[in-house]
């Protein structure tokens, strides 16, 4: 996806990464797929004072459209399941 929220030009837009449930991406390919899929990234503990602020500016910065999803996380070390 192209966006001009807080990244790019009008005349040339940002490019940002979407994901995808599993559901959404098996529509998207059209097809049956039965592999579990997996993303990798990076966690970010915000301490709980700055929860609401983080999120208002969140929202903010990302007014083009976003959705906010609680998802389980699982650390790669201790395996510990976090949302």
Known sequence: QKTTDH???PCFPGIVCT???DQEFREFLSSRVDEETLTEGL???VPPPLVEECLAELDFREK???ARDIIEVVEDKSGKVVQ
């Open 64 to 66: 083009g459209g976003y």
């Open 7 to 9: 990244r790019g030009l």
């Open 43 to 45: 966690i970010f503990e």
């Open 19 to 21: 994901l995808l449930k």
